[in-house]
């Protein structure tokens, strides 16, 4: 059976999934069928995903939408941009609404196999770090213990946090938020407060 993710492969980087249900291939001959792919992204992180002045997409994760649709069709306009927020990200493509999910997205192995999904090849690295106001003269994440950090629902970095904090016998707390509430903001994996 040949896989929709496996035609993406040799063009983009991005993670390709299928619902449970859906026969691989059918995926591919419903976005012939419908003559565009939907592509699942955040709301804003500029320089991957955001709109411009003129109210268009930009960025690395909507080029590789856009390069999706041209190996698909000739044609990268052949693209419908569905933003949502992360908590939504897995799921909006396990039920089929969207067929790609091009966004930053921690590649785990439960997400890669017990969830379905078919990662592709990375294309960005990057790393958890925190962000702690200067004047409190925090020289090691191991000196955080009883800090409260806030960070995105539905990412791995809540998890992060919760075995590092573990691991170190340190009493971090996590205040989860979703990313409407930074929309439009310069982009924070984490933020640190005593």
């Known amino acids: 059976m040949k896989k929709f993710s496996m035609a993406l492969a040799a063009t983009t980087t991005l993670l390709a999934a299928n619902s449970y249900a859906a026969d691989t291939t ?7 069928e419908r003559g565009y ?9 500029p320089g991957f995903y955001s709109l411009n002045k003129a109210g268009e997409w930009q960025g690395m994760d909507i080029d590789m ?17 569905l933003p949502v927020q992360w908590a939504q990200s897995f799921t909006s493509i396990k039920s089929g609404k969207g067929d790609i999910l091009s966004k930053g997205m921690t590649w785990t192995l439960s997400r890669d196999s017990a969830q379905g999904l078919d990662f592709l090849d990375t294309y960005f690295y990057d790393g958890q770090g925190f ?23 539905g990412t791995s970095s809540e998890l992060n ?34």
């Open 26 to 32: 059918s995926t591919l001959d419903a976005v012939k």
């Open 37 to 45: 792919v939907n592509c699942v992204i955040g709301n804003s992180f």
């Open 65 to 81: 939408c856009r390069g999706v649709a041209s190996a698909v069709f000739g044609d990268a306009s052949k693209v419908k941009f």
């Open 131 to 153: 962000m702690v106001r200067k004047d409190l003269g925090v020289k090691s994440v191991k000196e955080l213990n009883g800090a409260t950090v806030c960070v995105l629902t």
């Open 161 to 194: 946090i919760a075995d590092y904090s573990r691991a170190n016998n340190l009493d971090i707390k996590t205040v989860v938020f979703d990313d409407s509430s930074v929309r439009n903001t310069a982009f924070l994996t984490t933020i640190v407060t005593h």
